[in-house]
């Protein structure tokens, strides 16, 4: 899928596709039931924050992931920062975020080293749990878990 056709799939649900200097950004807005989605490509900065519970996974996680595989096809030996700060998702959202996962360990074994900055508050064993069997899993992620304290 190119740039222009991503880019109309996006606005078509009223996300916005930026153009940025080099890469091009992707923000999806924060709603009740799906995360705020801020890739900032550019400066190769990834962040993801919020509860994720949307009706279609599938739909919602779509331009996610072609946006993110777009991006991660096109850099080399950058360093990638992906920001999780996700305090609630569903069966069918974790699918969508394993995906996530795959492609960016498949571009840290590849010539990029990519960051994870776990965020979960500490009295939230599932998110730590959940971060613990993603870096078991994806082993080329350099994971960092961040303990936040939520009121």
């Known amino acids: ?57 599938n739909s919602f996680f779509y331009p996610v992931l072609v946006g993110l595989e777009a991006y991660l096809k096109n850099i080399d030996n950058q360093d990638v920062e992906f920001n999780f700060n996700l305090t609630y998702f569903n069966s069918a959202s974790t699918k969508m975020l394993f995906n996530i996962f795959e492609l960016l360990n498949d571009s ?14 500490e009295d939230d ?11 078991e899993d994806f082993p080329a992620i350099d994971y960092h878990p961040v303990v936040t304290y939520l009121a």
């Open 108 to 121: 840290a074994c590849s010539s990029n080293r990519v960051t994870l900055n776990w965020h979960y508050d």
């Open 125 to 135: 064993d599932t998110i730590k749990e959940f971060g613990d069997d993603v870096n």
């Open 1 to 57: 899928m190119t740039s222009l056709a991503i880019a109309g799939t996006l606005h078509r649900h009223g996300w916005c596709y930026s153009s940025g200097t080099h890469m091009t950004d992707l923000y999806i807005a924060r709603t009740a039931d799906t995360p705020e989605i801020d890739f900032k490509f550019a400066l190769n900065q990834l962040n993801i924050t919020g509860e994720a519970f949307p009706e279609d996974a």
